[in-house]
């Protein structure tokens, strides 16, 4: 069980260029500025049970990350009360290993669920060809872009295979369910499935 507050965290905030009519700004920029204090309660659980080549283990965590106070000066779109963004309510994790004379296979399962962040797609349409004087875009107006990401699971395997005394092949997989969206938010591109192989040689 944890109960922590932070404070003097830092955000990247969306200001007006102080080179723009200050009632209606035709550019904006950013600026690194003190949100105040974030508390952050949960827990985190771990787990490990064998018998005889097979394995297994477990993790999972949850937590409640919250503006506990914002900071003077702080201009940004966060309030008191708000959840922070980017921060999963919950994380969990399992593997599975079989352990044989000549061989071993261990698969991992993950998945961060359910954090708020941005819905960048709208933003990026909202900032391309807009009038600021309709849409500041900064500020209070931010949390009019707020979504929240369920999130994915992600799978990954690998094999190995002594051939001989000294000499063993390696398989292995990243993101075999081949998800490439939707994490951290909806305009980043994760690696897709991808497979490699290889040979070891140790004397």
């Given amino acids: 069980r944890f ?19 200050p009632r209606a700004p035709s550019r904006l920029s950013l600026r690194y ?3 105040g204090a974030i ?14 080549p097979l394995a297994l283990s477990g993790a999972w965590s949850t937590v ?10 702080y201009t940004g779109d966060l309030q008191p009360g708000d959840r922070m963004l980017d921060v999963p309510a919950s994380t969990i ?11 071993s296979l261990s698969v991992t399962a993950t998945r961060a669920a359910d954090w708020v962040d941005y819905d960048r797609l709208a933003l ?13 875009l900064y500020g209070a107006d931010l949390r009019g872009y707020w979504r929240e990401y369920p999130g994915n699971t992600m799978l990954s395997a690998s094999f190995t295979l002594r051939l001989s005394k000294g000499l063993g092949l390696r398989l292995s997989g990243e993101n075999l369910l081949d998800y490439q969206r939707g994490e951290p938010d909806n305009v980043t ?7 490699s192989s290889g040979l070891r040689l140790a004397w």
Wanted: charged fraction near 15%; aromatic fraction near 8%.
């Fill in 64 to 73: 409640d990350s919250r503006v506990r106070s914002t900071a003077a000066g």
């Fill in 189 to 195: 591109i994760l690696p897709g499935r991808s497979v």
């Fill in 39 to 52: 508390s952050n309660r949960g827990w985190e659980a771990q787990a490990t049970w064998r018998a005889g």
């Fill in 3 to 21: 109960d922590q507050l932070a404070s003097g965290l830092i955000q990247q905030v969306v200001v007006p260029d102080s080179a723009s009519a």
């Fill in 93 to 103: 994790a399992g593997s599975a290993t079989w352990l044989a004379a000549a061989w």
């Fill in 124 to 136: 990026a349409t909202a900032y391309t060809g807009f009038k600021r004087a309709a849409a500041p």
């Fill in 33 to 35: 500025q003190n949100v």
